[in-house]
């Protein structure tokens, strides 16, 4: 079974330009995340799809930050624009939520790693 | 709001020694906790987790983790550790009965095996 794909891996741009990660879950699962994690730190949220609705982008910086998953399965996320303090490695996590169950675990991505200069 | 600590950031062991990683947690409710792993090079993928039951969670490659409710602690433990164990240890943490509960990541623990 292939895992969560993430594209690109790598990316280096000027600040102030956009720049776009692209997401294709596991086939199936109903529940994307996208995280952030800067340089030594762990993963933080940044928004939770369940289906096709946002269920929770209270950590998105919404003035440059924006994310979509269309029909319910690939997601992208854009920055615009993108400024230095964005460098970090922007993660993908799906899970297959089930009523009931307090938890569904995530699988993760291999992640994009953002590099603002 | 729930947080997550983990104390060591960097641990340099010799294989066959004894691992042991600290975390803690604040939050007064039910938890959900886990620990994921980051092997270079690779996708974070998750080591074990405890829900309920038996506090003593046994995880894949002879890990375990011991959920200590008194002193908000899950601490991760190996008997022996290999080389192959170096990567990076998230402890993270949810609010039980929720689903919808995002998870909340420690900063994470390098650890490093000298062959």
Known sequence: ?117 | AQSVSQHNHHVILSEAASLELGCNYSYGGTVNLFWYVQYPGQHLQLLLKYFSGDPLVKGIKGFEAEFIKSKFSFNLRKPSVQWSDTAEYFCAVNEGYSSASKIIFGSGTRLSIRP
């Open chain 1, 1 to 117: 079974e292939a895992g969560v794909v993430q594209s690109p891996r790598y990316k280096i741009i000027e600040k102030k330009q956009p720049v776009a990660f692209w997401c294709n879950p596991i086939s199936g699962h109903n529940t994307l995340y996208w995280y952030r994690q800067n340089l030594g730190q762990g993963p933080e949220l940044l928004i939770r799809y369940e289906n096709e609705e946002a269920v929770d982008d209270s950590q998105l910086p919404k003035d440059r930050f924006s994310a979509e998953r269309l029909k319910g399965v690939d997601s992208t996320l854009k920055i615009q624009p993108a400024e230095l303090g964005d460098s970090a490695v922007y993660l993908c996590a799906s899970s297959l939520d089930l009523a009931g169950r307090s938890y569904n675990e995530q699988f993760f991505g291999p992640g994009t790693r953002l590099t603002v200069l």
